[in-house]
């Protein structure tokens, strides 16, 4: 094949900001999608079958079984997992990846959540670290993502956040029942209710018009093009370039490197299945936290013998995604309006600032729940089958308001990705082992959250609540995976440099959540997509000085 100047692996949130920023900075690139570019006219809207359930198979790939995975539970027992069972930590497979079917929340991290060793110390049995990079550091390419991809919202309720400089660039969605709700209640209780970030169009913005306010958001494709991901954003600017060429379908097998341990390509299997080989200048892998690693680590040579960044073992350590608590409360009147997305109310004031505990995280209503994601979410004594259980569902789905968020997760060294040594997928490469268990931290913050959200609830006249607590203690990834490759100064302790740059490899870089040192209390796309910006930034400030052409 003819040299390109960068391959580009995974047209997720991350890979396709970096695909444009190279294409668009003169840079010839190759796209390498293992999915396909699935349109909203691709996925039905099937409660049983979107992101988020997967009882019927995963409507955002991975589109076969070919690529299975296997956990390693704290007893030592393990598990193959497919792609359609909920224990795979999915994330979806196509241009786009999440963006496409995500709900859309784009927070910035706060101050903090880059300073969590320095603010808290580090928890026994942790390895909770500071990044080596701040929250100054990365304000212009929170704001260059917010409005570049384009976000809506209103931050002027709550002085919990990080100074920024623009307010977002679209005003949020009109509110809805549970906002009115909710609101009041917050005040009375001291909190600083405001309107949550998103990345979604509240009025026609870049070419594209603004959401209709549908049920079905979160987990599926937006079939008006509201909601603001790669697919329709930054990719398109990349292939209207002419400098960016994408490929999807396309699995890649390794990043490969030269007598000098430089990358000089990478080998992948192709729509068709043939192994073909890319030569490039520079490699970008993006393939999110648990196959960026796993890639890394299949990437053997002499010089590499345990994998590309794995000289001191750190590649896989560090994987961490988020809990979710929170409560739901049961009204004696109708919440539901039918206005999606339904998310629309959050506070900030518990991600920082408990004592005893390190860190916190945000606490929402949530999106619109179909009546799939209320079998768990009815009152403790209802019955679970038949006709009182159908009773019981008609009483409470209109008449209740579930709110939520994501605890700060305390990272551990050995919650990890590994590859397997028997399971193969379909192209014969090791698959990814997961396993280690959550920090007991974690759920000390999550009962705290849960407790909160009740307090919450019942001030707003909720006549009964039941606490959403989450005890499970084995690896939790799925669509926040993050922390795989880690992000450092020192090359012992982390896989990739303040810029992204494989310490050991200079013309490598491992773009995605992967790299985050932590996962903050928010959803954590706003804050993949800006590194993102600010790491290509700096390797196109290096190509131009010729610091990586061959």
Known sequence: MKRVNAVVIGAGAAGGIVAKELSVAGLSVVLLERGPWYTASDCRKDDLRNQRTTMLGNAFGPADEGNPRVSVDASGAMRTWLPSEGGYQNNAACVGGGTLSYGAQAWRYMPQDFRMRSTYGAPAGSSLEDWPITYDDLE????????EIGVSGDYSGT??????RHPLPMP????????????????????????????????????????MRCRWCVGFACEVDAKNGSQNTVIPTALASGNCELRTECMAKEVLTDDRGRARGVAYFDASGHLQEQPCDVVVVSACAIESARLLLNSKSRLFPNGIGNRYDMVGRNLQGHHYTGAVGFFDYDTYDDVGPGGSIAISDYNHGTSGLCGGGMLA???????????????????????????????AYKRNIQVFGPTQQIPTADARVTLDPTVRDKWGMPVARISGNVHPHTFDIGEVQAQRAQAWLKEAGAITTVKLSNKATGVSAGQHQAGTCRMGNDPKGSVVDRNCRIHDVDNVFVIDGSVHVNNGGFNPVLTIMAVAYMASASLVQSWKGTGLKS
């Open 159 to 164: 002085p919990f956040h990080g100074p920024r």
């Open 140 to 147: 212009p390419f929170y704001e260059k993502a917010e409005y």
């Open 365 to 395: 209503n949530e999106f619109i729940r179909l009546p799939i994601h209320m079998i768990d979410r009815l009152p403790s004594a209802s019955p679970r089958w038949g006709l009182g259980h159908k009773q019981a569902m008609r009483a």
């Open 172 to 211: 949020p969605l009109a509110p809805n029942r549970e906002f009115y709700i909710l609101e009041p209640a917050a005040k009375r209780l001291g909190l600083h209710p405001f309107h949550i970030p998103m990345a979604r169009n509240s009025v026609p913005y870049n070419g594209r018009g603004p959401c």
